[in-house]
């Protein structure tokens, strides 16, 4: 009997000792792959594929392919006369890609972008041109009606419960009447000589310090950004590259830097720095730094990866949507502006034709996920350069505009393909 009694306390006195005795650490994996080298960053990335986490390496494969078919084809492809227009080109439906790309984080859509683009356009030259106001001015007024009908288009979205494709299709209509009201019986005003808008797609710099002086403070800003967010992430003791991952991570983006300075600066026919470049750069670097490093940026994703959620966390969903199109709106306005430089004024057709669907597309192909939550303001840089890149050889190459149209339109929903075979990848590999 006392020996039945003595037996319970035998068998839980290892488990009280478990009990006390204190866990072992969660180690966190990406530790473990860093302390490989580079065997483990190659497991690591291969991990990564097979999960459905393939990032920008489908749109930078398909930038590889696409030059070398048409450096093939046309040994001028790559030339620095080329590869400038590709930039300035880029530039204005980049910028509003950008807007899109923010728009798209949140699983909504903007129809309205190419509308507002082309009424920007026509205050600015109504003002400026055809009123005599200040160029600064009438610039701002038209950026500013950008913004306001962004945000008009956020409200009944977020306030009214409007669907956001219902919106912006109206606005697509609305805006584009608008604008034809506002050019008026004349059509077309034409772009005044040695204005900023004239300047935004046809200024160079021409010395070749702009150039390489601009790549140097890309390397630089790159590197101690990547610097400083690794100190921040080993004082909050969480998993930080190390100096050399940072030091060769940095030198790639130098010798890319570098060589598009070169190729810019130093062959037979080059005119040096688009001006063009230098502000789409510069809105990209805004835009990455108040999607990554603000509470605005983290709020959109939250937002757009699950808006219950957010609002139970506190979040203002209502608001981080009228914003997101606001800003939409508002960056559509200022391409509207690089769209009139490059067609020489503004007509009742700047922001029309195929400009909705490439501003779109832009954002697509780059990496932006449709279904909301997932994507990077570079996205509207990768997939802007994809298409004028595409457009740019087929038109060396003296393709007609129906083959472009038609291969875009293949890359576009490879580009969907790819991203709606990922999420099921990732879902199927419990991360997603």
């Known amino acids: 009997m006392s020996d039945l009694a003595k037996t319970p306390e035998k068998s839980e006195a290892p488990e009280a000792d478990a009990a006390a005795a204190p866990a072992a650490p969660a180690v966190d994996p990406r530790l473990l792959v860093r302390e490989e080298g580079f065997k483990g960053y190659l497991t690591e990335f291969t991990r990564k594929v097979r999960g459905g986490e393939l990032g920008s390496l489908p749109v ?15 040994s001028s492809f790559l030339s620095a006369s080329s590869l400038a227009n590709i930039a300035v080109y880029s530039s204005g439906m980049g910028i509003m890609a950008v807007g899109i790309v923010f728009v798209l984080l949140l699983g909504e859509i903007d129809l309205s972008v190419g509308s507002i683009a082309g009424v920007g356009a026509a205050i600015w030259a109504v003002l400026q041109v055809s009123n005599g106001w200040n160029g600064w ?27 956001a494709f219902v919106v912006t299709l109206a606005g697509f209509l609305g805006w584009s009447g608008f604008q034809i009201w506002l050019m008026g019986k004349e059509g077309s005003i034409n772009t005044p000589s040695g204005s900023f808008v004239e300047n935004l797609t046809s200024y160079y710099f021409e010395d070749k310090i ?29 998993p930080a590259r190390p100096t050399s991952e940072i030091a060769l991570r940095t030198g790639v983006v130098a010798v890319l830097c570098l060589v598009v300075a070169y190729v810019l600066n130093e062959p037979q026919g080059a005119r040096g720095l688009p001006l063009a470049l230098v502000l789409f750069l510069a809105v990209l670097l805004i835009a990455d730094f108040v999607a990554r490093r603000t509470t605005f940026g983290r709020q959109v994703f939250a937002v757009g990866g699950n808006a219950e959620a957010a609002r139970r966390a506190g979040i203002s969903v209502d608001r981080i949507r009228i914003t997101v199109f606001g800003l939409s709106g508002l960056l ?12 020489g004024g503004a007509t009742k057709s700047v922001g029309a034709n195929n400009t909705l669907m490439l501003v779109i597309a832009a954002a697509v192909i780059g990496g932006t996920s449709l279904f909301g939550g997932r994507g990077k303001v570079w996205s509207a840089l990768l997939g802007m350069i994809v298409i004028q890149a595409i457009q740019q050889g087929l038109n060396m190459l003296g393709m007609a505009s129906e083959i472009q149209y038609m291969i875009t339109g293949a890359v576009l929903l490879a580009a969907v393909v790819i991203d709606s075979l990922s999420r099921k990848t990732q879902k199927t590999a419990g991360r997603a």
Do not use: M
């Not at 930078?60 to 046309?74: C, D, R, S």
């Not at 009606?145 to 945000?151: C, E, Q, S």
């Not at 306005?333 to 490059?342: K, P």
């Open 60 to 74: 930078v494969l398909g930038l590889i392919v696409i030059a070398i078919v048409f450096q093939t084809q046309n």
């Open 137 to 163: 001015v009438a610039i701002a007024v038209a950026l500013l009606a950008g913004l306001a009908l962004g945000l008009l288009n956020g409200f009944f979205f977020a306030k009214i419960g409007v669907p």
């Open 210 to 238: 702009a150039a390489y002086g601009l790549a140097i403070a890309a390397i630089l800003l790159y590197g101690l950004s990547q610097f400083l967010d690794s100190k921040r992430r080993r004082a909050a003791a969480l």
């Open 332 to 343: 559509a306005a200022f391409g509207g502006l690089f769209l009139a430089s490059l067609s």
